[in-house]
Structure formats: structure tokens, C-alpha cells
């Protein structure tokens, strides 16, 4: 038998953490949903940069943004770059950061796989598109601080 004040504060804690499972659970689900929505690929822009940032790492004649994003994306690059119609470059943040606003018309070379769009240009002129895995990681990263923290919060009033 569990003392009847000892069943009471168990009682009160046990409805003080449902009421929270009540209020986080949804908030967990918006943020998951968030996540996904804002997590798609999309066009950043035409930018220059130099030979060593943005060495082709694959060529295709079949190239379009959208692999190179979606290639990108799959091996956890925050961004893609295409080039001369054909190639295809993998960059983190910190490399996207090298590069350099460039005026759309330098990235005018027609991708190989779908001549209706742009695949950078000439030399150094690339195209690039956010793969969505940089947003996902640091949306993800700061989901898990809020739920450790919240955790740790429900363990030191235990
Ligand atoms: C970019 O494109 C322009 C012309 O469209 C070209 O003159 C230039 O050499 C290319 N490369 C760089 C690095 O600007």
C-alpha cells in the first residue's frame, strides 16, 4: 500500500506530466512538419567562385538542378552547384560562403538534361541550389536541445 499523501503527490506529478505530454507531443509534431516543409530544394542563385570550391565532382549529359540538389542532398551537403550545362559540385555552408553573388546572365549554359534551364555558365559560374539538408540539420539539432532540456527540466523536479 502506497501511503495515501505519498498517492497524491505521485497523482499530481503523474497529471502535472500529461498535461505537459499534452502540450509538447503537438508542439513536436508542428516542428517535424516545419521541418519537412521547409526542408525542400530550392534555387539560390547564379554565383562565382574559385577553381578549388566549386571542381566539378560529377558531369552527366542528362544534368538537371534538381539531381544535383537531390544528389547533393542524399550524401548530407547543405548545397549543389552546377556548371558549363554538365557538371554537378557538392558544398557545405562554410563553402557557400566563398562564393559570390554573380548577374543571372553569367550562369547562361542550358543544362544538358532539361535545355528550358540554366546550369551555370562559363568557367566559374555556377548555379546553385539549397539541397535543404542544412536547414533540416539545424531545425533537427534544435529539437533535440529543446527536448533534452525539457527532459532535464522533468528529471530535477522529480
Ligand atoms: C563568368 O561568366 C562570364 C561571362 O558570362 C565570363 O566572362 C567569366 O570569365 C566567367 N567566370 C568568372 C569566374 O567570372
Excluded at 1 to 20: C, I, N
Excluded at 24 to 30: C, G, H, R, Y
Excluded at 58 to 81: I, P, R, V
Amino acid at each position: 500500500m502506497v501511503p495515501l499523501e505519498k498517492a497524491d503527490a505521485q497523482t499530481s506529478y503523474d497529471s502535472r506530466h500529461h498535461f505537459k505530454m499534452a502540450r509538447i507531443l503537438p508542439a513536436s509534431a508542428v516542428l517535424l512538419l516545419l521541418i519537412g516543409v521547409t526542408c525542400a530544394q530550392s534555387p539560390k542563385g547564379c554565383y562565382t567562385g574559385d577553381e578549388t570550391t566549386v571542381s566539378a565532382e560529377a558531369s552527366s549529359d542528362d544534368m538537371t538542378n534538381e539531381d544535383c540538389a537531390a544528389d547533393c542532398g542524399a550524401k548530407g551537403h547543405a548545397y549543389s552547384a552546377t556548371g558549363e550545362g554538365q557538371y554537378c559540385t557538392c558544398m557545405s555552408e562554410a563553402e557557400m560562403q566563398t562564393l559570390t553573388l554573380a548577374p543571372s546572365v553569367k550562369c547562361d549554359s542550358p543544362c544538358t538534361g532539361d535545355l528550358a534551364q540554366k546550369c551555370g555558365g562559363v568557367d566559374d559560374n555556377v548555379t546553385v541550389w539549397s539541397t535543404g539538408q542544412g536547414t533540416k540539420r539545424s531545425l533537427v539539432e534544435k529539437l533535440r536541445r529543446f527536448l533534452k532540456e525539457w527532459h532535464q527540466m522533468e528529471e530535477s523536479r522529480r
